[in-house]
């Protein structure tokens, strides 16, 4: 059974860093891209980041560019987001995602986490 | 970046009635489209991709057709667990965009 356990959502002040892990079992997830995604309170999903299967290759939103760093642990299944300069507007609930297939890093997202809050307030 | 239109926002059905929502992008996806369903306090699930493909574990009532610019997600008869939240999604360019949405509500 596939399972994705995110973690480390907390309440930060703006200006302020937090590192979001994404803990995986039950597939073999050094083969699949992984990839986050963020719902706003009330709001929509909002794409956030993809990382490829071996680390090599990340992509990210333009509204995190620069701020916000994916990456991999394939030896333990963890996926991570590394979150720097947090704004009011990055408080979400951060969901963790597979993609379906081992071939596109561009993909749809067949399993999800269960989500962490991120408040970003003073 | 490619945007996707959902209609309507809010739609009102009862159970046994046939449920029918659009997701138009702003420019061709080909058939890079999936539909997500999310209830209330739990991550989204994928039931439809590519189009027309129903992911695994989802009922035969759901489905998908369109291509291009146009698209629908079909309920045949509305079951109670159906009553929730429907996205599109496109994987045809970076970033990967998501409609905002269709509230589907019991009548």
């Known amino acids: 059974e596939v399972q994705l356990l995110a973690s480390g959502g907390d309440l930060v002040q703006p200006g302020g860093s937090l590192r979001l892990s994404c803990a995986a079992s039950g597939f073999i997830f050094s083969s699949y891209a992984m990839n986050w995604v963020r719902q706003a309170p009330g709001k929509g999903l909002e794409w956030v980041s993809t990382i490829g299967n071996t680390g090599a290759s990340t992509y990210y939103a333009d509204s995190v560019k620069g701020r916000f760093t994916i990456s991999r642990d394939n030896s333990k299944n963890t996926v991570f987001l590394q979150m720097t300069s947090l704004r009011d507007e990055d408080t979400a609930v951060y969901y963790c995602?597979?993609?379906?297939?081992?071939?596109?890093?561009?993909?749809?997202?067949?399993?999800w986490g269960q989500g962490t809050l991120v408040t970003v307030s003073s | 970046e490619i945007v996707l239109t959902q209609s309507p926002a809010t739609l009102s059905l009862s159970p046994g009635e046939r449920a029918t929502l659009s997701c138009r992008a702003s420019?061709?996806?080909?058939?890079?489209l999936a539909w997500y369903q999310q209830k209330s306090g739990q991550a989204p699930r994928l039931l439809i991709y590519?189009?027309?493909n129903r992911a695994t574990g989802i009922p035969a009532r759901f489905s998908g057709s369109g291509s291009g610019t146009d698209f629908t997600l079909t309920i045949s008869s509305l079951e109670p667990e159906d009553f929730a939240v429907y996205f599109c999604q496109q994987r045809t360019n970076w970033p990967i965009t998501f409609g905002q949405g269709t509230r589907l509500e019991i009548k």
């Open positions: 420019q061709s996806v080909s058939s890079y």
């Open positions: 995602a597979k993609s379906i297939t081992t071939i596109n890093w561009r993909d749809y997202f067949d399993y």
């Open positions: 590519d189009a027309s």
